[in-house]
T-cell receptor, first 109, second 113 residues
Framework: GQQVMQIPQYQHVQEGEDFTTYCNSS?????IQWYKQRPGGHPVFLIQ?????EVKKQKRLTFQFGEAKKNSSLHITATQTTDVGTYFC?????????FGKGTMLLVSP | ETGVTQTPRHLVMGMTNKKSLKCEQH?????MYWYKQSAKKPLELMFV???????ENNSVPSRFSPECPNSSHLFLHLHTLQPEDSALYLC????????????FGSGTRLTVV
């Protein structure tokens, strides 16, 4: 299946700074899902975006789906140490999801 | 607990051993998946079962053999593994339409010696 590309691979921020990870595809996506995996943990579903230009918020997290449905972003406002982990986007194919390589976020207090 | 239970949590096996990983869910989901996660690699899909039928086998070596006896249980049978098979093996389940995402288990950390 097609692969979504995530950037950056890694980001280290100071607590209180903002953070954004981007997910890009060369083809139109039917929908996009976002997951968070804490160190030593397993991926946890955060949200699904379906509509062109859709924006959804979960507290300090803002998820956006591009107008052309070829890209998506996750923005965290005022990061906290609890935000540490790897954030994955995943696109829905015929029978399953295909995950990006993830962006690892490290937050220093 | 996530609703998807994997056992064992950790497994060390020799290359000549035979072992099985178990996954169980009681979320009412009718699709189940095996993923492999290695250091610095993305989540690699191994097998997909939908309504207890295998719908995808992602070019996985035959030393990995899945089994799905019913919609709540999924097994991964392992035999004659290689050291490069050491990884975190994650089971997940979902509704067939996947609109509410995957629910992952905590994984089995496998080390092949």
């Amino acid at each position: 299946g097609q692969q979504v590309m995530q950037i950056p691979q890694y980001q280290h921020v100071q607590e209180g700074e903002d953070f954004t990870t981007y997910c890009n595809s060369s083809t139109t996506l039917s929908n996009i899902q976002w997951y968070k995996q804490r160190p030593g943990g397993h991926p946890v579903f955060l949200i699904q975006l379906v509509k062109s230009g859709e924006v959804k918020k979960q507290k300090r997290l803002t998820f956006q789906f591009g107008e052309a449905k070829k890209n998506s972003s996750l923005h965290i406002t005022a990061t906290q140490t609890t935000d540490v982990g790897t954030y994955f986007c995943a696109e829905s194919g015929y029978s399953t999801l295909t995950f990006g390589k993830g962006t690892m976020l490290l937050v220093s207090p | 607990e996530t609703g998807v239970t994997q056992t064992p949590r950790h497994l060390v096996m020799g290359m000549t051993n035979k072992k099985s990983l178990k996954c169980e869910q009681h979320l009412g989901h009718n699709a189940m998946y095996w993923y492999k996660q290695s250091a610095k690699k993305p989540l690699e899909l191994m097998f997909v079962y939908s309504l207890e039928e295998r719908v995808e086998n992602n070019s996985v070596p035959s030393r990995f053999s899945p089994e799905c006896p019913n919609s709540s249980h999924l097994f991964l049978h392992l035999h004659t593994l290689q050291p490069e098979d050491s990884a975190l093996y994650l089971c997940a389940s979902s509704r067939e339409d996947r609109n509410y995402g995957y629910t992952f288990g905590s994984g089995t950390r496998l080390t092949v010696v």
